[in-house]
């Protein structure tokens, strides 16, 4: 049975679903130094905050992706195959082709450049390196304000396994 919103003291409006976003990540690094620094000359990422052996990377604003680097003061860093649990890689929007050519250069200059490739006839353009404890990221810039189509999809999921080898 469903109930009018009139009788539920809701408006329809309030049942509008709002969209997701990923507010923050958290990366286990071996050298939290070293990763600070490479994140925060990368992004957007200013430090916020640092506990112990966590820094927390971002923006205060509420709409602020955040990156929380913990230091896993071990001497046994490794990443494991392509079937361990847990995050493969991130992958940022980040708005202009200048972004990209500035992130590319910024990956150049720490020898985490991997490639740059257009995909699904020119709807994105992607940039992909490694951080300094060889996560796998990528960095993309849509190039046009509609929905992405099939091919686009397509394209990502042949992708998946090409990421974090």
Not at 90 to 98: A, K, Q, R
């Amino acid at each position: 049975m469903r109930i009018p919103p009139a009788q539920t003291g809701h408006r329809a409006s309030d049942q509008v679903a709002q969209p997701w976003v990923i507010r923050s990540t958290l990366l286990a690094v071996a050298d939290l130094d070293r990763s600070v620094a490479f994140y925060r000359e990368l992004g957007p990422f200013d430090e916020i905050a640092r506990e112990d052996a966590v820094a927390v990377l971002g923006d205060v604003s509420p709409a602020s992706i955040l990156l929380i680097l913990r230091d896993t003061r071990s001497t046994h860093n490794t990443r494991h195959g392509q079937q361990s649990l847990g995050l493969r890689a991130i992958t940022f929007n980040v708005g202009s082709l200048g972004e990209l050519d500035r992130i590319e250069s910024v990956l150049r200059g720490y020898d985490r450049f991997t490639s740059r490739q257009q995909i699904a006839g020119g709807a994105s353009e992607l940039v992909r390196g490694r951080d300094p404890d060889n996560l796998p990221l990528v960095f993309v810039c849509y190039s046009r304000d509609e929905p992405l189509g099939q091919e686009y999809f397509r394209t990502i999921a042949h992708m998946v396994y090409s990421l974090d080898v």
